[in-house]
Structure formats: structure tokens, C-alpha cells
């Protein structure tokens, strides 16, 4: 398969091609990718509202 950054396929296809990452991966890389997801989602959760 080719690595492709975005994706606008079937959800099936697109859900084969993240396992198919995932599966690729070694733990310290799927670690890392949890990690900044985590931190993403910390971010956004502490972000201040933008007032208007």
C-alpha cells in the first residue's frame, strides 16, 4: 500500500489502511503516536474559549 497523509476513501478502506499502519509500526512508534494524541487532546481540552 502507499502512504498516503490524506485519506477520503470508505470508511472499510481507510479503517484497512490504519491497521495495516498500525501493524507496521514498532511499540516505541506506536507509544509516541498515543502520546501525542494524548497531548493533542490535553491541549484542546486547556485551550482558552475564544470570546467574540
Not at 497523509?5 to 516505541?28: C, D, F, G, V, W
Request: aromatic residues 6%; glycine residues 0%.
Amino acid at each position: 500500500m502507499k502512504s498516503i497523509k490524506l485519506n477520503h476513501a470508505h470508511p472499510s478502506i481507510m479503517e484497512a489502511r490504519y491497521i495495516e499502519e498500525i501493524r507496521t509500526m514498532t511499540p516505541q512508534q506506536r507509544f509516541e503516536k498515543l502520546m501525542a494524541i494524548i497531548e493533542i487532546s490535553y491541549l484542546l481540552k486547556t485551550a482558552k474559549k475564544i470570546s467574540k
